[in-house]
């Protein structure tokens, strides 16, 4: 979805939004019942966590005190075009600012934070917003609570 604007070569240098620790472990992609049956076919023995009404993959802390996601290969996402929606608009968030959802801009993406903000807001006033948005009535765990240093792009 990003791929306008978001290079594959900086991504698979980059790797930052695939990896988790215990602060931003919240960041990790919800999956819907139809990724979680791409992720059992690549690997069929995957756990999942439940959160409410949705779910996670499970992750193994690491002795870096790091999650990886279990997805991510030696040349980025497994589920390539099939990753979770999530990850399909990183580092675009859902967040709830006073009783609004709102689409923010992570700051940890170091690509797409440098951007023109110009640029991100064609994007979104191009359909994504409104993609989004309708993505975050179906599943509304995708809607997270706003924090204070994330730009907000988009209003609902
Ligand atoms: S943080 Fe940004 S540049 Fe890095 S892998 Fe994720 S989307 Fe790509
Ligand atoms: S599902 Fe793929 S894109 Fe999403 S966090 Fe895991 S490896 Fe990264």
Do not use: H
Not at 41 to 47: A, L
Not at 59 to 73: A, I, S
Not at 124 to 135: P, T
């Amino acid at each position: 979805m990003l791929k306008k604007i978001l290079s594959c070569k900086a991504c698979a240098q980059c790797r930052i939004c695939c990896v988790f620790d215990d602060s931003d472990i919240w960041e990790a992609p919800l999956i819907s019942d139809e990724t979680k049956e791409n992720i059992l076919k690549i690997n069929p023995t995957q756990e999942f966590q439940t959160i409410g009404p949705s779910r996670i993959m499970k992750m193994e802390k690491g002795e870096n005190g790091l999650y990886f996601c279990p997805m991510l290969g030696e040349n980025g996402c497994l589920l390539g075009d099939e990753k979770p929606f999530d990850c399909k608009i990183w580092p675009f968030r859902v967040m709830e600012f006073c009783g609004m959802k709102v689409i923010t801009l992570s700051p940890v993406c170091p690509e797409l934070f440098k951007k023109p903000i110009g640029e991100l807001m064609s994007l979104l006033e191009d359909g994504l917003a409104e993609r989004i948005f309708e993505e975050a009535e179906k599943f509304p765990q995708m809607v997270k609570k706003y924090i204070p240093n994330y730009p907000i792009l988009a209003v609902k």
